[in-house]
C-alpha cells in the first residue's frame, strides 16, 4: 500500500557546494528557535541555535539566519559533506507562561553525493 | 557528558496490547518532554512534566498515560495499542525552560502488528 507522509522537500547538492535549508516557523511570538539534524532512526541532534533578538549566528561551517518579518529560518551548511547527509527540522519555542514544549517544522531531506 | 537514556530502544506489540516507554532525563534537568514520530513527520509533541507535574499537553490520545517520578524519570504508559500508534518516540529534557537547549534521546521504536 502507498506510505503517507514519505514526502519530505528535498535538497540534492555535491560535496563541497554549500547547502541553504529554509524553514517557516509558525508564531510570531517565539523566542527561541533551533536546528537540529537527524539520521535515520536516530534521535534529533542539536546543531545551533539562534534567539529572536539576533537575525544570525555561525556555528562550525553552519549559520543560521532568521527573518522574523517573514517568519523565516534558514540554515546554510559551508562545504557540504557526505556526511551531512541526513533530515534537517528547525524548531521554535513559545515565550512565555511555564510552557516551553519546542514545536517542529517541516524537515527537509539533505543528500549529499560524492 | 550523560545524555537522555531512552529504553526500550525496539519494542514490538501486538493490537490491544500495552506499551511502557522509559525515559530518564539528564541529570538535574527539571523537565521531560514527549513527541511522536511517524514514518517522514516531523516529531509531534504529546506531553512534557516540570518538576514532576504535568506542565503542557499536545495531540496525546486519551489511550495514552505519563508520569514523572521523584527520581525525575518519565513513563509513557500506552494501552489499547493501534496500528497507527507504530511511530518512533522519543523524549527531551531541558533546565531553565529550555534556555539553555534541549537533549533528545535516541527514541523507542514501537511496532503494532
Known amino acids: 500500500g502507498e506510505s503517507v507522509g514519505l514526502h519530505l522537500p528535498t535538497l540534492s547538492v555535491q560535496e563541497g557546494d554549500n547547502s541553504i535549508i529554509n524553514c517557516a516557523y509558525s508564531?510570531?511570538?517565539?523566542?527561541?528557535f533551533i536546528w537540529y539534524k537527524q539520521e535515520s532512526g536516530k534521535g534529533p541532534q542539536f546543531i545551533i541555535d539562534?534567539?529572536?533578538?539576533?537575525d544570525k549566528r555561525q556555528g562550525q561551517r553552519v549559520t543560521v539566519l532568521l527573518n522574523k518579518t517573514v517568519k523565516h529560518l534558514s540554515l546554510q551548511i559551508a562545504a557540504t559533506q557526505p556526511g551531512d547527509s541526513a533530515v534537517y527540522f528547525c524548531?521554535?519555542?513559545?515565550?512565555?507562561?511555564?510552557?516551553?514544549?519546542?514545536?517542529f517544522g517541516k524537515g527537509t531531506l539533505l543528500t549529499v553525493n560524492p | 557528558a550523560a545524555g537522555v537514556i531512552q529504553s526500550p530502544r525496539h519494542l514490538i506489540k501486538e493490537k490491544r496490547e500495552t506499551a511502557t516507554l522509559k525515559c530518564y532525563p539528564i541529570?538535574?534537568?527539571?523537565?521531560v518532554y514527549w513527541y511522536q514520530q511517524g514514518p517522514g513527520q516531523d516529531p509531534q509533541f504529546l506531553i512534557s512534566?516540570?518538576?514532576?507535574?504535568?506542565?503542557d499537553k499536545g495531540s496525546i490520545p486519551d489511550r495514552f498515560s505519563a508520569q514523572q517520578f521523584s527520581d525525575y524519570h518519565s513513563e509513557l504508559n500506552m494501552s489499547s495499542l493501534e496500528l497507527g500508534d507504530s511511530a518512533l518516540y522519543f523524549c527531551?529534557?531541558?533546565?531553565?525552560?529550555?534556555?539553555?537547549?534541549?537533549?533528545f534521546g535516541s527514541g523507542t521504536r514501537l511496532t503494532v502488528v
Open positions: 527531551a529534557s531541558s533546565s531553565e525552560g529550555g534556555s539553555y537547549g534541549y537533549t
Open positions: 508564531n510570531s511570538a517565539s523566542d527561541y
Open positions: 539562534i534567539r529572536s533578538n539576533m
Open positions: 524548531a521554535e519555542r513559545l515565550s512565555g507562561g511555564s510552557n516551553y514544549k519546542l514545536t
Open positions: 541529570p538535574r534537568h527539571d523537565t
Open positions: 512534566f516540570y518538576e514532576k507535574m504535568q506542565s
